[in-house]
């Protein structure tokens, strides 16, 4: 979702309001909003939209440096585990036996996420290997011997990046206020590799 940072919408009518830059539609004087049918119910009957962004849903915009960010490192940093990632991964991107000798180191699959029914409440980031083992599970189909090289686009983490979120998040954002930040944890992550101990539960 892309929001406005300065509230100006093109029009003056809507220039103030925090809207969801997707759903603001404007052709020369006219303006028009998008609506999903539970918003619009909501505001007809006087009463605040549950997801609206005014509904305490807005914290901010992330600085740009944050937006290349990938789920595996969303996940190192975060507070809450209440899902479990599960991805399944098979050799080339079809799925005839042609397909994948022509790209034998090309993989293909899909994540999903899963409620684990534990709400458990991190005191200490980032999160160390084995809680993010315990969280993300891979299913590799295939013939051929899975290699780390082969997954090191999705489960590895950038440590650079991933401890510069922690501390502009523990500076900017007031649940990460009493959060203890251990570098000693980030140093059992690779420089570029792997999630350790990942491969051999795969």
């Known amino acids: 979702m892309e ?4 509230h100006v919408q ?3 009518v809507l220039n103030g309001l925090l809207l969801c830059r997707g759903g603001v ?8 909003l998008r609506l999903c049918s539970q918003c619009h119910s909501s505001l007809r ?3 605040m939209p549950q997801y609206a962004l005014a509904n305490g849903i807005y914290r901010g915009r992330l600085p740009d440096e944050f937006h290349s960010m990938t789920w595996v490192e969303e996940l190192a940093c975060s507070l809450y585990r209440t899902w479990n990632m599960v991805t399944r991964l098979f050799c080339g991107l079809g799925d005839k036996p042609e397909d994948v000798e022509r ?3 090309v993989m293909s699959g899909n ?4 409620e684990n029914g534990i709400l458990d409440l991190a005191s200490i980031l980032p999160r160390t290997p084995a809680n993010m083992r315990d969280l993300i599970s891979v299913s590799f189909i295939g013939s051929g011997e899975l290699k780390s090289t082969y997954m090191m686009p999705v489960f590895h983490i950038r440590k650079p990046l991933v401890w510069s979120f922690l501390l502009w998040s523990k500076q900017n954002n007031p649940l990460y206020k009493d959060i203890t930040l251990d570098s000693c944890i980030l140093d059992q992550y690779p420089d570029y590799d792997l999630i350790p101990g990942l491969l051999k539960e795969t």
């Open 111 to 114: 994540t999903c996420a899963c």
């Open 3 to 6: 929001v406005s940072g300065d």
């Open 103 to 105: 790209q034998p180191r």
């Open 45 to 47: 009957s006087g009463s």
């Open 10 to 12: 093109g029009h003056p």
């Open 25 to 32: 539609i404007v052709d020369d004087s006219q303006a028009s």
